[in-house]
């Protein structure tokens, strides 16, 4: 069970993650997150900008996304405010890439991805690819959660949760 998210939804790019052996491949578009060519297809509420704070202790979205491009760090509190709110943590391969201070969101990643794991918080690692060249594999998405101190297991748990939300 692998899951990934991309920039588009382009058929080629769809196929050629499923072939990697993705069970689920989703798409963020104008805020909303749906399931990519599946009849049990699906949306949440994206939410990335300033006010993560808010945003989390309310319940005003389903997953936040950029905090670490956006320098804001979890702590215990909000951990358990996502959790309670069944909320999910998305952590960007190419938020990294495309950093311009590479060490900066590195460790920001670092710190939120290990706090998200103490507390058991569900985070997807995705891709954000925008092509079949930039696409990964689960054991390069897998590799990609365990350098941030993201736990196999919690994130087995997360691509499970997500899944079933259908």
Request: glycine residues 6%; charged residues 30%; aromatic residues 12%.
């Amino acid at each position: 069970m692998a899951v990934d998210i991309v920039k588009n939804d382009e058929k080629g790019l769809v196929d050629r993650l499923k072939k990697l052996g993705f069970d689920g491949v989703f798409h963020n578009h104008n805020g909303l997150m749906s399931m990519v060519d599946d009849e049990n297809a699906f949306e949440l509420k994206v939410y990335s900008g300033k006010d993560y704070d808010f945003t989390i202790q309310k319940g005003r979205a389903d997953v936040v996304e950029d905090l670490e491009k956006n320098g804001f760090i979890l702590n215990k509190g909000l951990c358990h405010k996502l959790k309670e709110n069944g909320m999910f943590v998305v952590f960007k391969f190419s938020n990294l890439i495309e950093s311009e201070n590479f060490f900066k969101t590195y460790k920001n990643m670092l710190i939120n991805g290990r706090t998200c794991d103490e507390y058991s918080v569900p985070c997807i690692y995705a891709s954000y690819a925008d092509s079949v060249k930039t696409a990964k594999s689960p054991a390069q998405l897998i590799a990609f959660a365990e350098e941030f101190k993201y736990r196999y297991d919690n994130l087995l748990k997360s691509w499970d949760k997500l899944l079933k939300r259908s």
